[in-house]
């Protein structure tokens, strides 16, 4: 509870009209670092990290923002994995031509269309299906100048992916 209040209150100071992201270089090691400390003792999932090439990319961002983005990613398919015995998430960097993208790929029954909307339209309702977070996401990944789309595999799982 005191994550996602912490994680409101980001939010809504980044709506405020003098706020801006802090930009800077960062190591996608130290993301994923981030997300295994805040998530490491999750019971009956699995989170992997893998970067291609091997060595470590940095992506210019603000590293708050970002971290907020990939932990409500990473939170909502924590959640699509609960009743699932052998759930398993997966955190991919890569580096394609001059960008960098990040996507998180979970095995469990895949995000609905309701829930899709609130990453591509503004007037969308919060409500119980479509929850906050995505709403946040998307700001808060806009306001870093990301792309954010979704790739849902019903049955299959769901793949989220933020380029730059």
């Known amino acids: 509870l005191l994550t996602n209040m912490e994680s409101m209150l980001f939010w809504s100071k980044g709506q405020m009209e003098n706020f ?84 998180i790929t979970d095995n469990g029954p895949g995000i609905n269309p309701e829930q899709v909307k609130a990453l591509y339209e503004d007037k969308v309702t919060v409500n119980e299906k479509s929850g906050f977070g995505l709403h946040l996401v998307k700001d808060l990944a806009r306001a870093i100048q990301y792309k954010i789309s979704v790739e849902p595999r019903p049955g299959m799982g769901t793949t989220f992916i933020l380029s730059t």
């Open 20 to 103: 801006k992201p802090n930009i800077r270089i960062v190591p996608v090691s130290g993301l994923f670092d981030y997300i295994q400390k805040f998530f490491g003792e999750t019971e009956h999932t699995r989170i992997r990290f893998s970067q291609t090439p091997a060595q470590d990319l940095l992506v210019s961002t603000d590293e708050n923002y970002l971290q907020i983005i990939m932990q409500n990613l990473t939170s909502n398919a924590i959640k699509a994995l609960k009743n699932k015995p052998d759930g398993i998430i997966e955190w991919v960097a890569r580096k394609e031509g001059d960008k960098t993208i990040l996507s």
